[in-house]
């Protein structure tokens, strides 16, 4: 029945009511010729490789915060849960079996499709016979246990699809069986429950053909769903709280489908493969945050087309590709000689990546000169992983890290009191969602000198000890520990983060011990910085920081930057600050943040110039510009007649300064997106959230595509609101706590 449904469904001709050219959507001219030529160097860092082995024809890969999901066919049809860090297989279900045992029927190609707010649950559309009538059924299955959670079912209907989206609706939508050209492409609300909510109306041409039946369709990336289907020239933006919107169109030109060119698909579909057409058939689109991967088919041949959402820039890549047989082409890959890259995938939390055959990437890695490279050592590193690969290891994972683009396209941003518009801040106005993480009691610390976070670890510098926690704030382990021998420190309370190479890098004095996020110790590195309190690390570099001071008796060096994997020292900052009159030596220190482009804002007390360290060249970001009340050496010990920049904390739309004027502290928030420079006199953020605590903050943390602010809070603060609330969770969670419990990490995930 459903080979039927896909035969009928391909005579299907769906042409919508005129576009609406007066729409805010953004055209990407397919009719203007571009280079034909793109680095993905220009549009991406670097890239991960993630080794496998997996048996049969890959259906679909779903990369997950920890585990990597595969759905693929060999005598049945399984899915594989494997570990994202080593590639181990976690568990191995035959989803034909369960679904044969539910009574479903099914091809062997059905969809696979993970819900929109849980990564860990995926809906199969399949269908069942009762009597005379056949129904469709979204059956809910979770992905980490294997285990079927629940089922919906829905009337069958030929020429109507339904999808499961989350827990709340379901999208239905038409397949309209016929030549009425008048007809628009509608989709249904739905709830789970089978309410109607409301219908979107798609004003874009669409015919669908065969090709489009197994590409996808919606498109889920953070909190936003697009659609696009193949053959329709608009992107749109869906949800149930409003009506579609367009975002992006494709102009064709003299390009465009006629009736009379496809009333008759099948021969349609002849003429498409031999090349016979002069129209352009738009493939599905896929969305990232920086750029949208789509493409379309002209003379039997794929074209990609790549659409910087930024800078409105197209390149539209010819191929060799047909589509019958889509070759290993793409965006030419000078990062480290692998293949040429083009997405097959965009996860929902935006992470861009497609799969190989290993033996293709050995060729490839083989003609490749490696010299040529932007990045000689990561092109290594791929040449030794494919050598030392396993022998059952038959596919490898290709993550793109694409660059990432600052709100500030240029030039310098002036952080000034007299451009300060005074303002009661509200947690609201900056932040979307809270998250409250208590670190457990299997180690009673104060986490009062460094924390770094990722989207799967805590990890909690408490000077005697390094302690890794899990998101949720248990203990996972001990890394290191405290000593003169090998593998240990003196002192841990200063570190930084490899994400990527999930390597953690202890200060221990002039060295630099580092470790695996598994606790393994890996080696140290000298760095030869007299006065080093700080480290931080970016773009395959660590900064070591030395204090600076109001004497004579300064430190040649501001920092020094060396080689992230030999600690080979690349770069020097000499230090030219000017002397201080003072009567007794004062200390500062240099300090960096991180920002949302993976690099580093670089700033100290005596400086009004805030740097940004990362790129090939430091620049300059923004100027703290106090005016009459500027540092001086005569005035440096006298609070009120100077304006003194504390702390820095960098996010994708905010930047938030701590500073003192008249000796009191203050906090300035600047809006990128308004330009904004909020002024919070009270120093602490209303919190109008919950209402439980001011927000006093002591960090931002980029945790994968978001921006986070952090403060600790007190177990007997904490204690003392939860007990004071109406709420009788909060009261029994206040009443299960302990004054000495440690402290609790309150994340405010900010808006972008």
């Avoid at 009762?130 to 030929?158: C, F, L, Q």
């Avoid at 501001?558 to 080979?568: I, R, S």
Wanted: aromatic content about 12%; charged content about 25%.
């Amino acid at each position: 029945m459903r080979k039927l449904f896909i035969i009928l469904a391909s005579a299907i001709l769906m042409s919508a009511c005129s576009t609406n050219e007066k729409d805010s959507a953004i055209v990407i001219d397919l009719t203007t010729p571009t280079d034909t030529v793109c680095y993905l160097s220009e549009i991406a860092d670097s890239m991960m490789y993630y080794p496998l082995a997996i048996d049969g024809k890959i259906m679909n890969i779903e990369l997950l915060s920890d585990y990597i999901w595969i759905h693929h066919r060999t005598d049945s049809v399984k899915t594989s849960l494997l570990n994202r860090k080593d590639g181990s297989m976690i568990h191995e279900t035959k989803i034909s079996a369960l679904l044969h045992d539910g009574g479903f029927e099914f091809e062997d190609d059905f969809s696979t499709f993970f819900r929109l707010e849980d990564e860990t649950v995926l809906v199969s559309p399949v269908s069942t016979i009762k009597g005379v009538k056949r129904y469709w059924h979204s059956v809910s299955m979770d992905a980490i246990t294997g285990e079927k959670t629940d089922t919906i079912t829905y009337p069958y209907n030929d020429g109507i699809e339904y999808s499961r989206l989350n827990e709340e609706y379901l999208l239905r939508q038409h397949r309209i069986i016929g030549d009425d050209i008048q007809s628009c492409f509608k989709m249904n609300w739905h709830t789970i429950t089978l309410d109607s909510i409301k219908q979107d109306v798609f004003s874009d041409t669409v015919f669908q053909t065969f090709l489009s039946w197994n590409q996808t369709k919606v498109h889920l990336l953070k909190d936003k769903v697009f659609f696009h289907f193949p053959t329709m020239k608009t992107i749109y933006e869906i949800s149930a709280n409003h009506a579609p919107i367009p975002l992006y169109r494709y102009e064709v030109g003299k390009h465009n489908h006629h009736y009379n060119q496809i009333k008759d698909v099948s021969k349609y579909w002849e003429a498409e493969r031999k090349g016979l057409l002069s129209c352009y058939a738009i493939r599905t689109s896929l969305i990232s945050d920086n750029y949208i991967f789509g493409g379309f088919n002209y003379k039997g041949l794929i074209h990609w087309v790549l659409f910087n959402r930024n800078t409105n820039q197209k390149v539209i890549i010819p191929t060799k590709s047909t589509i019958d047989y889509q070759s290993l082409e793409g965006i030419k890959n000078d990062l480290d000689g692998g293949i040429d890259f083009w997405p097959k995938r965009i996860s929902k939390k935006g992470e861009i990546y497609t799969w190989y055959k290993v033996e293709d990437l050995k060729s490839k890695m083989e003609q490749s000169n490696h010299e040529q490279m932007k990045n000689p050592k990561a092109a290594q590193r791929l040449k030794e992983l494919l050598k030392n690969l396993p022998e059952d290891v038959n596919v490898i994972v290709a993550v793109l890290k694409e660059k990432n683009y600052k709100h500030e396209t240029s030039g310098m941003v002036e952080i000034h009191p007299d451009k300060f518009v005074d303002t009661q801040l509200k947690l609201s106005d900056i932040a979307e969602e809270l998250e409250y993480i208590q670190l457990d009691t299997a180690r009673i610390v104060n986490p009062r000198w460094q924390i770094k976070m990722t989207d799967q670890y805590i990890f909690v510098a408490a000077r005697d000890e390094l302690l890794k926690y899990d998101r949720k704030g248990k203990f996972i382990q001990t890394i290191g520990s405290k000593g003169q021998g090998p593998g240990e420190f003196t002192s841990c309370t200063n570190i930084a983060l490899d994400t990527e190479g999930e390597r953690i890098f202890v200060k221990n004095g002039l060295q630099v011990l580092v470790y695996s996020f598994d606790g393994k110790f890996l080696g140290k590195m000298e760095i030869p910085l007299e006065g080093m309190v700080d480290i931080a690390y970016t773009h395959e570099s660590l900064y070591g920081l030395s204090m600076v001071s109001f004497t004579q008796d300064q430190l040649p060096y501001l920092w020094m930057k060396v080689d992230g994997q030999t600690g080979e020292v690349l770069q020097k900052k000499a230090n030219t600050d000017i002397e201080f009159e003072t009567d007794e030596m004062t200390l500062r220190c240099n300090y960096v943040c991180s920002s949302t482009d993976g690099t580093l804002l670089y700033y100290n007390h005596l400086n009004d110039t805030i740097f940004r360290l990362g790129h090939e060249q430091d620049e300059v970001a923004y100027l703290f510009g106090q005016g009459d009340f500027r540092l001086t050496p005569k005035n440096c010990m006298h609070a009120e007649y100077h304006l003194e920049l504390k702390d820095i904390w960098d996010s994708e739309r905010y930047l938030f300064v701590d500073y003192r004027m008249d000796g009191k502290k203050q906090l300035c928030v600047y809006d990128k997106e308004q330009h904004v420079f909020h002024n919070d006199a009270d120093h602490r953020i209303e919190n109008d959230m919950d209402g439980l605590l001011p927000f006093d903050f002591r960090s931002t943390y980029i945790i994968g595509k978001d921006s986070y602010m952090m403060q600790l809070v007190s177990a007997e603060e904490m204690k003392e609101a939860l007990l004071a609330s109406d709420d009788p969770k909060r009261k029994a969670w206040g009443e299960s706590m302990k004054f000495d419990d440690n402290d609790i990490l309150v994340l405010a995930k900010l808006k972008k």
